[in-house]
């Protein structure tokens, strides 16, 4: 009696060895510095910093005032390369977070007048009535 295969078992044989014959390219495995990967990731939180200052409700309503559609303006900012988000990013830095002219006197005000409360009650100038020297 011989052994007479069956049709599965000769088409896995036959799939066996024709996936050895399949090139496969060696893998190329490489040293990656620190300074790329840093460098990668200050890229991706660059980008996500101005990806999310453009999505802000403030930013949005100042492009419509300029006449810029916001979503287009998204746009052209998710295309930017990674060296002009980087420079974007690097302007974002160096602006007065959330300050217009308004709240920078409105602030100096306030401080001027905390200083002259002070200076008041520790009896060093006599500016406000409703003050009492603490030396009295």
């Known amino acids: 009696m011989a052994y007479k295969p069956g049709k599965t078992t000769i088409a896995a044989v036959t799939l066996a060895f024709s996936t050895t014959l399949i090139p496969v390219a060696p893998a190329s495995a490489g040293m990656i510095s620190t300074d790329r990967i840093i460098e990668q990731n200050q890229t991706n939180a660059d980008r996500e910093r101005v ?7 403030d930013v949005r309503k100042e492009f419509q005032k300029q006449g810029v559609n916001p979503d287009e303006a998204a746009a052209r900012v998710a295309a930017l390369s990674d060296i002009e988000i980087g420079q974007i990013a690097q302007k974002l830095d160096n ?18 007048f905390i200083i002259l409360l002070i200076t008041d009650i520790l009896c060093l100038t006599h500016v406000f009535n409703f003050t009492r020297c603490a030396n009295r």
Do not use: L, S, W
Not at 95 to 112: F, L
């Open 95 to 112: 602006m007065p977070a959330g300050q217009d002219a308004a709240t920078a006197v409105i602030g100096a005000a306030v401080t001027i």
């Open 51 to 57: 990806n999310a200052f453009v999505a802000r409700d």
